[in-house]
Each structure stands twice: as C-alpha cells, then as structure tokens.
T-cell receptor, first 111, second 111 residues
C-alpha cells in the first residue's frame, strides 16, 4: 500500500515562531487531508488539499501532487497549536475511499 | 449540532470478554470508519463502510467485527481474539472521498 512519511517527527517552537511540516507519499493521490490532534485526543480536520494551496487563518497548506509531497505552514505559532499534526492520503489506485495516515509531527509551542 | 458521538469515553474490560464500542453520526454521511491509535503512533484503519449493509476490512481487522444496519450507526466489537486490544479507538464519517470528521474517541483498557 501507499507509504506516508511525515517530518520532522518532533518540533519545539517558541510562541510567535513560524514552522513548516512536511508530508511525503509514495503514490499518486486523489485525497489528502491534514489533521490536528489536541492533547485530549480530539482530531480536527484542517485541510482537504489533494492539490494546490489553501489558507485558513495562521495555517496554510500546499500540495504538489506531481512531486508527491504536501507542506503545512504554521505562522505566528500559539500555545494552542501544540499537539500532533497528521497527514492522511487516499490513492487513485485503491478500491474504496479510505485514508492512510502518516506517523505525525508532534509540536510543542512554548510560551 | 451535527457530529459524531462515541460512547463511552473510557471503557475497562477483563481479558477474554468481548466489548462493543458505539459510534453514531447525524451528518447524513454515507461512509463510516474505525481507526485504532496506539500511544505515540498514527492511526490505523480497522474497518470501513461506504453504504448501509456493506463494510470492508481495513489494515488491521483481525480480532474485530462491525455491523452497519443503519446509516447513522457503525458499532465496533473488540473480540477476545484481538491480542492487544488496549488502545484509543476513533470513529469517523465522511461523504466518500471528502473531508473526514472524527468523534472524540473511546479509550479501551483490557486487563
């Protein structure tokens, strides 16, 4: 099946800093989503972005499908941005709509 | 408010007992999913269903069973055949191929 790798695995930021999280995938995708899991385990969808660029407040994401990667940008980070960020993809070749998750990037924003 | 309800939030069972986790959604989504998350890991797909009365195995279906008798409900049974059942279980739903919405999860501990 498709392989999804996220980097870095861990990230420590000072409040106010900017950062970039990366997601590499091993096959063509028709669905790519970014999620944030807060310290209580809740998963919140951030972006549906199989290609192109989207922005939502201080967060933005870019997917370059032809090169098989996606980037999530966090600007002016806040302590509430702490948690784990997951990338998940679905391949064009797979039967059925099901997302495969990467291992996540654990982010800690210090005040 | 539309959403996904998982119950209970915490569940404790003795080894050898079957246990059923509840998942209900009122988003009118056709597709529903069960994922398992172990500490410090990403999410792995257990089962998914794209339509009532139909479901498919995910990547780690052994020791689990599901049913989809109603569009709104997708219960997961963790059987005694599951060797390491202690984990965080997340239910999700979506319009097939679109944004995935998660419930708040059930933490299962088996001793």
């Amino acid at each position: 099946g498709i392989q999804v790798e996220q980097s870095p695995p861990d990230l420590i930021l000072q409040e106010g800093a900017n950062s970039t999280l990366r997601c590499n995938f091993s096959d063509s995708v028709n669905n790519l989503q970014w999620f944030h899991q807060n310290p209580w385990g809740q998963l919140i969808n951030l972006f549906y972005i199989p290609s192109g660029t989207k922005q939502n407040g201080r967060l933005s994401a870019t997917t370059v499908a032809t090169e098989r990667y996606s980037l999530l940008y966090i600007s002016s980070s806040q302590t509430t941005d702490s948690g784990v960020y997951f990338c998940a993809v679905d391949t064009i070749k797979a039967a059925g709509n099901k997302l495969t998750f990467g291992g996540g990037t654990r982010v800690l924003v210090k005040p | 408010d539309g959403g996904i309800t998982q119950s209970p939030k915490y569940l404790f069972r003795k080894e050898g007992q079957n246990v059923t986790l509840s998942c209900e959604q009122n988003l009118n989504h056709d597709a529903m999913y069960w994922y398992r998350q172990d500490p410090g890991q990403g999410l792995r797909l257990i089962y998914y269903s794209q339509i009532v009365n139909d479901f498919q195995k995910g990547d780690i279906a052994e020791g689990y069973s599901v049913s989809r008798e109603k569009k709104e409900s997708f219960p997961l049974t963790v059987t005694s055949a599951q060797k390491n059942p202690t984990a965080f279980y997340l239910c999700a739903s979506s319009i097939p191929g679109r944004l995935l919405h998660f419930g708040n999860g059930t933490r299962l501990t088996v001793t």
